[in-house]
């Protein structure tokens, strides 16, 4: 039997007899008219949305009369239920860790509605500490259902609050926040969350995905899974069993940002970062910059001090830079140490000129002594005589003007001009082989200098050390970025920066320990050129010279004290690099074997 016979059609499905079985089929279908049918689908459907409109209005009168209590208990499962995994620095110190406060609703609406009501204002005031003008200030918006009178009550004010027993009027609810233990201690590494608690800036955002329990985490995890070292159980594992580690050392952390503080006041900076990163590893050991915040109050600071200038902002790291052409030089056979250049003072590039520092003139001099005096002219003769080519593939070799792939979100990528760009010139090259006219974040000028210590293998620079799932440490390995430089021009590079050291005004920086560094002071462009007197001045380097453990970058920016490298930046250097030592255990050179 065909479905035209079965269902003659879907009014009619109330029948399951074939049509042509029933002797009364046409009077059926004279009875079934279209008006008749039109009526009674309108009935059915008056009465289905009388029903869904009467279930909402119930819904709508429940929650109004006792919302507060069912919105409290659903908060406080909630909170119960989703979490945030905590991290460490590398000794088990606690940065990072969910909390729990109360917060203090009411419901205007309501109020408004009750007789009783406005006598409940001064004992609601009185409970929740507040004075009863901004009480009554909240509850006047009566157009409102919910509003908050405290987002960080303590417990006592919210049990106040329920000894009211109105819970239809106001009421407490717990709320997981995210807390910063060490306070503004690595504020720019650690981040913080968002009062959804979904991170925002730094660690906590790069690992949003992995912190957060209320996501499934499908990637692999790197290596083996080792067993976590006693040190870090004191806080780990968390409720949410998904953790960090970081390569971060808590007290050297703090005293980079007290030797920060007090050289950008002694030296009447405008901003600074300090950062020291492990040549071996890529891991950051401390990163500050000045001005910071404390992540446990982010919104009473402006937006732009959230950013972490160390990898967003570029800037013209001016001498720092002749590192990387003494390298390209070095590495393409074009110069040896002991290479003998002319300096008049001056190189002319068609119409415009190079000069030195000072507008000193040196003579002859190799070109070990090249770098030590710091001679613009003599860089930029060996980076015109290499060829632009050349020059600027090591320049990229050395990971300028891309990114350094570091676990922290927001990184700049620097700017780089060079051939076919129509906005580069043959003496856009010159400058650039002394930092000037090309831009880098700090973190891509650490890391190149990181790539020579550790005998010219490029590394992702790194943040976290290991991830902890369940207890179990799986360590995120070294990653290779790249070999700009052969392992022998590593060590002839380091040996010419220890000359510029020892050459120096202070050749005892770290005393009991060579270093192997340079100094750099930058002019800021304007819209006029390189006119104005303000400078950046940094200084970078590594020790020990002959077993690199630790980098350090010292960058002031506006200094009013002096506008020369070797004044400001340096000092600080010493300070930090003693620390270091000290902190991190690294033997000085006379107890090597």
């Known amino acids: 039997m065909s479905r035209e016979t079965r269902w003659k059609s879907y009014d009619d499905s109330i029948a399951p007899v074939p049509m042509s079985d029933r002797p009364e089929a046409e009077d059926a279908r004279g009875a079934a008219d279209p008006k008749h049918l039109l009526a009674s689908r309108a009935r059915l459907l008056i009465a289905v949305f009388l029903v869904i409109t009467l279930l909402v209005i119930a819904r709508l009168v429940h929650w109004q009369l006792f919302g507060g209590a069912s919105d409290a208990d659903a908060t406080g499962s909630q909170a119960a239920k989703i979490s945030r995994g905590r991290f460490v620095d590398r000794s088990g110190l606690l940065l990072a860790a969910d909390n729990f406060v109360w917060e203090i609703y009411a419901n205007p609406w309501q109020f408004s509605r009750s007789n009783t009501a406005s006598a409940l204002v001064p004992e609601l005031a009185q409970a929740s500490a507040a004075p009863v003008a901004d009480i009554e200030a909240q509850l006047a918006q009566s157009h409102l259902t919910v509003v908050t009178l405290s987002k960080d009550a303590p417990e006592a004010q919210c049990q106040a609050v329920q000894a009211l027993q109105k819970p239809e009027l106001a009421w407490c609810a717990p709320r997981r926040v995210r807390a910063y233990p060490l306070g503004p201690l690595a504020a720019h590494i650690v981040g913080f969350t968002n009062y959804s608690l979904v991170g925002v800036y730094g660690v906590e955002a790069s690992y949003d995905p992995w912190l957060r329990d209320d996501l499934p985490w499908t990637q692999r995890l790197p290596g083996k899974s080792e067993p976590m070292p006693d040190a870090w159980q004191l806080y780990l594992p968390s409720p949410g069993a998904r953790d960090l580690v970081l390569h971060l050392d808590a007290p050297l952390q703090h005293l980079v940002e007290k030797h920060l503080a007090e050289a950008l006041s002694f030296d009447e900076a405008e901003a600074g970062t300090i950062i020291v990163m492990d040549p071996r590893t890529g891991g950051i050991l401390a990163l500050a910059n000045q001005p910071s915040f404390d992540p446990n109050h982010y919104s009473d600071v402006d937006q732009e001090t959230w950013v972490n200038s160390a990898v967003s902002?570029?800037?013209?790291?001016?001498?720092?830079?002749?590192?990387?052409?003494?390298?390209a030089g070095l590495d393409s056979g074009q110069i040896t140490p002991d290479t003998v250049f002319e300096d008049k003072g001056y190189l002319q590039i068609g119409n415009r000129f190079i000069r030195n520092a000072e507008l000193k003139q040196y003579g002859q001099l190799t070109v070990r002594d090249a770098l030590a005096k710091s001679v613009n002219v003599v860089t930029a003769q060996i980076c015109?005589?290499?060829?632009?080519e050349t020059f600027y593939r090591y320049v990229h070799k050395f990971g300028f003007g891309k990114l350094t792939e570091v676990d922290l979100n927001f990184e700049g990528y620097g700017i780089v001009t060079e051939?076919?760009?129509?906005?580069?010139?043959?003496?856009?090259?010159?400058?650039?082989?002394?930092?000037?006219?090309?831009?880098v974040t700090t973190l891509q000028m650490i890391n190149a200098v990181a790539a020579i210590a550790n005998g010219g293998t490029l590394l992702q620079p790194q943040v976290v050390k290991g991830l902890i799932k369940d207890g179990q440490v799986y360590y995120l390995p070294p990653r290779v970025l790249g070999y700009p430089i052969t392992p022998e021009t590593a060590r002839t590079l380091t040996e010419m920066m220890v000359y510029t050291i020892d050459n120096s005004a202070y050749p005892d920086l770290a005393p009991g320990y060579q270093v192997a560094?340079?100094?750099?002071?930058?002019?800021?462009?304007?819209?006029?050129?390189?006119?104005s007197q303000d400078t950046i001045t940094s200084f970078v380097g590594f020790l020990p010279a002959a077993d690199p453990q630790i980098v350090i970058l010292v960058k002031l920016v506006k200094p009013k004290r002096s506008?020369?490298?070797?004044?400001?930046?340096v000092p600080v250097f010493g300070q930090v690099a003693g620390d270091a030592v000290r902190i991190l255990g690294i033997p000085p050179d006379s107890q090597k074997p």
Request: hydrophobic residues 35%; contains cysteine; negative net charge.
């Open 313 to 327: 902002q570029i800037y013209e790291p001016g001498s720092v830079f002749k590192l990387i052409t003494m390298a």
């Open 384 to 388: 015109q005589d290499m060829g632009a």
């Open 419 to 439: 051939p076919g760009n129509p906005l580069w010139s043959c003496f856009d090259q010159a400058a650039n082989s002394f930092g000037q006219g090309i831009s």
């Open 517 to 531: 560094g340079k100094s750099g002071t930058a002019e800021i462009p304007t819209e006029q050129g390189y006119t």
């Open 563 to 569: 506008r020369w490298a070797e004044h400001v930046a």
